[in-house]
């Protein structure tokens, strides 16, 4: 089953950010009466340490990325999904991190990460990278086990040299897995990457509520990309069963409520000097720049990138409110990346994708990161 993500009503008038919405939650209500996650404090802690440690040396920013579920069972066998494999949030969470930012990649658990989605099980199983072992006997099985225990330190990491030349990277794959090591143990080095999973729409929410939080800190420096896909209705924790909902008894009726749009608070109050830039999914490609539009209107952010689903590896759109000195009514502006016009006949070679092809989130950070550094140097103007 899988819910499609709906977008704000264009043109309407922007709720308070306490105002309770059309189906009953606002922001507020949504806290005060759901449970958050058991591990809530514990990632704000982390969070809290990530910003202090990188405060005043870099921008930071906060990539959410992948489908929030919505379990219909307290004791959940089953769920609504969200479409979202973390691809955007995966690749682009990564190109952050080689443009000098410090990562927090709040993520749907088990979806795509940062260096590791090169190797997805389905499409590139890591095992095929590596040559076929010579057969061992036991007795040589035994003598292998033995010199790897003996030279693995303290972190149960093998010492080079000893019996690694047992495990081998096929030739033909090390120049696609070379880089991708190195860039992964430069981020574990600098410490620049912080993990945060999520899996429920409600563990999302007081997730993105508490970290933006944290982030406050950061002022200007916080950049806030939300990829992930947000579940629009959910089932409230009064009105989840507890154990399985036993079938036999006809069709299921669900009613849900709506989640409160959690932006206009984030840009408010939780990231109140914050870049914040949201993405809109749509399958009408008409539809993406008039609803981004709305959702700038409504939330008062920075950026929307508009994405339609069958093209949103080729292009995307950058829409943002038109700079100050045009007075009268809001304007807009909006920018089309498409990989066919940046890179016509193959420009671009030797991209970071799978086959060697481009990937259009470069470009995608390449573009925030300039504008974010407007947004910054605008802060220090003022
Ligand atoms: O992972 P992939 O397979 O590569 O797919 C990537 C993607 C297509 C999912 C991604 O690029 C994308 O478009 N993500 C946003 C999907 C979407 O349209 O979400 P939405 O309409 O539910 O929300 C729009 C924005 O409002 C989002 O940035 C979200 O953070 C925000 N929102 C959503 C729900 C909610 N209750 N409060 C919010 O503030």
């Given at each position: 089953?899988?819910?499609?993500?709906?977008?704000?009503?264009?043109?309407?008038?922007?709720?308070?950010?306490?105002?309770?919405?059309?189906?009953?939650?606002?922001a507020?209500?949504?806290?005060d009466?759901?449970?958050?996650?058991?591990?809530?404090?514990?990632?704000?802690?982390?969070?809290?340490?990530f910003?202090?440690?990188?405060r005043?040396?870099?921008?930071v920013?906060?990539?959410?990325?992948?489908?929030?579920?919505?379990?219909?069972?307290?004791n959940?066998?089953?769920f609504?999904?969200?479409?979202?494999a973390?691809?955007?949030?995966?690749?682009?969470?990564?190109?952050?991190?080689s443009?000098?930012?410090?990562?927090?990649?709040?993520?749907?658990?088990?979806?795509?990460?940062?260096?590791?989605?090169?190797?997805s099980?389905?499409?590139?199983?890591?095992?095929?990278?590596?040559?076929?072992?010579?057969?061992?006997?036991?007795?040589?099985?035994?003598?292998?086990?033995?010199?790897?225990?003996?030279?693995?330190?303290?972190?149960?990491?093998?010492?080079?040299?000893?019996?690694?030349?047992a495990?081998?990277?096929?030739?033909?794959y090390?120049?696609?897995?070379?880089p991708v090591?190195?860039?992964?143990?430069?981020?574990?080095r600098?410490q620049?990457?912080?993990?945060?999973?999520?899996?429920?729409?409600s563990?999302?929410?007081?997730?993105?509520?508490?970290?933006?939080?944290?982030m406050?800190?950061?002022?200007?420096d916080g950049?806030?990309?939300?990829?992930?896909?947000?579940?629009d209705?959910?089932?409230?924790?009064?009105?989840?069963?507890?154990?399985?909902?036993?079938s036999?008894?006809?069709?299921?009726?669900?009613?849900?409520?709506?989640v409160?749009k959690?932006?206009?608070?984030?840009?408010e109050?939780?990231?109140?000097?914050?870049?914040?830039?949201?993405?809109?999914?749509?399958?009408?490609?008409?539809?993406?720049?008039?609803?981004?539009q709305?959702?700038?209107?409504?939330?008062?952010?920075?950026?929307?990138?508009?994405?339609?689903?069958?093209?949103?590896?080729?292009?995307?759109?950058?829409?943002?409110p038109?700079?100050?000195?045009?007075a009268?009514?809001?304007?807009?502006?909006?920018?089309w990346?498409?990989?066919?016009?940046?890179?016509?006949?193959?420009?671009h070679?030797?991209?970071?994708?799978?086959?060697?092809?481009?990937?259009?989130e470069?470009d995608?950070?390449?573009?925030?990161s300039?504008?974010?550094?407007?947004?910054?140097?605008?802060?220090?103007?003022?």
């Amino acid at each position: 089953m899988a819910s499609s993500s709906s977008a704000a009503p264009s043109g309407s008038a922007a709720p308070a950010a306490s105002a309770t919405d059309a189906a009953g939650f606002s922001a507020a209500d949504f806290f005060d009466t759901q449970t958050p996650p058991p591990t809530l404090a514990e990632h704000a802690a982390a969070v809290r340490e990530f910003v202090e440690r990188h405060r005043g040396k870099r921008r930071v920013v906060l990539v959410t990325s992948g489908g929030t579920t919505v379990p219909l069972e307290q004791n959940t066998v089953r769920f609504l999904d969200n479409f979202s494999a973390g691809t955007r949030g995966a690749t682009s969470a990564e190109y952050f991190l080689s443009s000098g930012y410090a990562v927090i990649f709040m993520h749907r658990q088990h979806s795509l990460s940062p260096y590791t989605r090169h190797y997805s099980h389905t499409t590139n199983p890591f095992l095929d990278l590596l040559a076929e072992p010579p057969p061992v006997s036991s007795s040589l099985a035994f003598a292998l086990r033995s010199r790897l225990d003996s030279s693995n330190d303290e972190s149960g990491t093998a010492t080079p040299g000893a019996s690694m030349d047992a495990i081998r990277v096929r030739a033909k794959y090390t120049e696609q897995l070379l880089p991708v090591l190195r860039a992964y143990h430069k981020a574990q080095r600098a410490q620049t990457l912080l993990r945060i999973p999520f899996v429920t729409v409600s563990d999302y929410l007081f997730l993105l509520r508490d970290v933006s939080r944290e982030m406050q800190l950061l002022g200007r420096d916080g950049l806030y990309y939300l990829a992930a896909a947000v579940s629009d209705f959910f089932v409230p924790r009064t009105k989840t069963p507890q154990h399985k909902i036993q079938s036999g008894k006809g069709s299921l009726m669900i009613e849900m409520d709506q989640v409160p749009k959690v932006l206009k608070p984030m840009v408010e109050q939780w990231a109140p000097e914050g870049f914040v830039v949201s993405f809109k999914l749509e399958t009408d490609p008409d539809l993406l720049i008039p609803k981004a539009q709305a959702a700038l209107e409504r939330y008062g952010h920075q950026v929307v990138i508009g994405n339609d689903l069958a093209l949103r590896k080729q292009e995307v759109v950058f829409v943002e409110p038109a700079r100050a000195g045009s007075a009268g009514e809001r304007a807009y502006t909006h920018q089309w990346l498409r990989l066919s016009e940046l890179y016509p006949n193959g420009t671009h070679t030797g991209g970071k994708g799978k086959g060697g092809e481009v990937e259009i989130e470069e470009d995608i950070v390449r573009e925030l990161s300039t504008r974010h550094q407007r947004w910054i140097e605008q802060g220090q103007r003022q």
